[in-house]
């Protein structure tokens, strides 16, 4: 992938998770000064995209959620061909007409992706794809059950991020700037991975088994 | 500051570290479910801000580097009241109008700030408005230059991040986290603090004198 351009797209909602998307770019916006990317940020249409979620997806709160406003470079419909799709996650994936258009998005175009990354319950989609049937992947751990909700998949339950075949999955939120690391460490090189974490002055988990959160979220099912 | 809203203003321009801004706020996203927030991002327009830095501040690359944009809610000049502002840093800073604008609107709400927060090459405008003169402060370890230039601050070469009176100062990009982490865990509480990092899947660096990126930036100053 180093001779020619990187198509690398990232799918927003309302109600993604600012760092399930920025985490991985921070990566990604380094990388592209040594290497050609071309960056596409792909929403249902042309209009700005809150992380404030939708409120009937939100718990309860008696306060209102403050959130970001990001624009999109092209919608479902019109967005070009591309090498690496990222699907993340965040309350807005509760919202069922969100998650039926990212999955429907990501079924349409995984067949011609080299590369599939999802972050939190972004694999939530990816998983209702159905390109995970028979598949290993992992989700956010404070909404596990709502991955293993899904029969299909081979749920990693203890994982920071898992990889099968060209579908990497993350752990919830900050999971995914390790799995980007080691995802740009294997997919161009390991000492790029490596000046661009310490340019970013972050101090990454390798080991994909390394989860703490597991046990956090879930002691009863240890 | 349990009882009354809190008014944080979050400074954007062109060229801003995606992730100085996106750590910090996904922590202050999630908080705003437990304590009532109020959101600025500000601008010197009400335009869209790109992460994609002034052509003339970028180092040399034949390649074109990738941004997101986002959208200000106020400008410099009919931004709110604010009890946090948080200084964002990027190459952007290279720039000399956007560099003197920062400072300038940092130095006018000072005084009236209850807290003022700085990630990685931020700091080198709240330097600049003077308000760190004879205070102590830490930067961005790879450009480190940059910082000790000013001799009217106290730098800290080996700081994760630095807090002097009520101005707390990062080291570079991701350590804007750790220092946010603290911050909740100081101003609002522990608990808090925890439980949030905790649904974040984020294991924050809680000694402020943990930077082993001093050393990999600065070989020649040990």
């Known amino acids: 992938m180093t001779e020619t351009i990187t198509r690398l797209g990232v799918v927003i909602f309302p109600g993604f998770a600012l760092l399930d998307v920025a985490g991985p770019?921070?990566?990604?916006?380094?990388?592209?000064?040594?290497?050609?990317f071309k960056l596409s940020i792909i929403a249902r249409?042309?209009?700005?995209?809150?992380?404030?979620p939708p409120k009937h997806t939100m718990p309860e709160s008696k306060f209102c959620r403050i959130g970001e406003t990001w624009?999109?470079?092209h919608t479902f419909n019109n967005a070009p061909e591309l090498d690496i799709l990222l699907v993340p996650g965040g309350l807005g994936t509760r919202d069922e007409i969100i998650?039926?258009?990212?999955?429907?998005?990501?079924?349409?175009?995984?067949?011609?992706?080299?590369?599939?990354?999802?972050?939190?319950?972004?694999?939530l989609m990816v998983a209702a794809a159905g390109i995970l049937n028979g598949r290993k992947?992992?989700?956010?751990?404070?909404?596990?059950?709502?991955?293993?909700?899904?029969?299909?998949?081979?749920w990693v339950p203890k994982a920071r991020w898992v990889v099968d075949g060209n579908i990497w999955s993350s752990s919830g939120v900050a999971a995914g700037m390790d799995m980007?690391?080691?995802?740009?460490?294997?997919?161009?090189?390991?000492?790029?991975?490596?000046?661009?974490?310490?340019m970013m002055e972050y101090e990454p988990h390798t080991n994909p088994e390394w989860d703490p959160f597991f046990e956090i979220w879930n002691p009863s099912s240890k």
């Open 25 to 36: 770019l921070q990566f990604f916006n380094q990388l592209s000064v040594i290497e050609p």
């Open 45 to 52: 249409t042309m209009d700005s995209v809150s992380t404030v």
């Open 71 to 73: 624009l999109p470079t």
């Open 99 to 123: 998650f039926n258009e990212v999955t429907s998005f990501t079924k349409k175009r995984y067949p011609t992706l080299k590369y599939l990354l999802s972050v939190c319950t972004g694999s």
């Open 137 to 154: 992947a992992t989700s956010n751990k404070y909404a596990w059950s709502l991955a293993t909700n899904n029969k299909d998949v081979d």
């Open 180 to 198: 980007t690391y080691a995802f740009i460490a294997t997919v161009f090189s390991s000492d790029i991975a490596k000046q661009l974490a310490n």
